[in-house]
């Protein structure tokens, strides 16, 4: 049982990064068809069934061209928070 929730708690991690990756991505032009598309790509893919509900919840905040998407920091908090009582479970 132990294994499992640290298999879990890894697979946690590695959408955290995946969702970083995703932030930092979106700050840069990507053109079509390149390796930076591609890469966005899959990780929308992985990333966007858990922001899209919490977007529609919490929309961006912004004026003047410029917003800020609180849906990243809202699941990587709530993912760190479970994390951290796997982490104290397992310990």
Known sequence: MRQIGWILVYVLELWVLCLIVRAILSW??????????????VLVRI??????PVRRMIPPLGSRGVSIDLSFIVVILVI???IAMIRNTLL
């Open 80 to 82: 760190q928070v479970v």
């Open 28 to 41: 840069f032009p990507i053109h079509y068809g390149s390796t930076a598309h591609r890469v966005n790509s």
């Open 47 to 52: 990333t966007e069934p858990i922001i899209g």
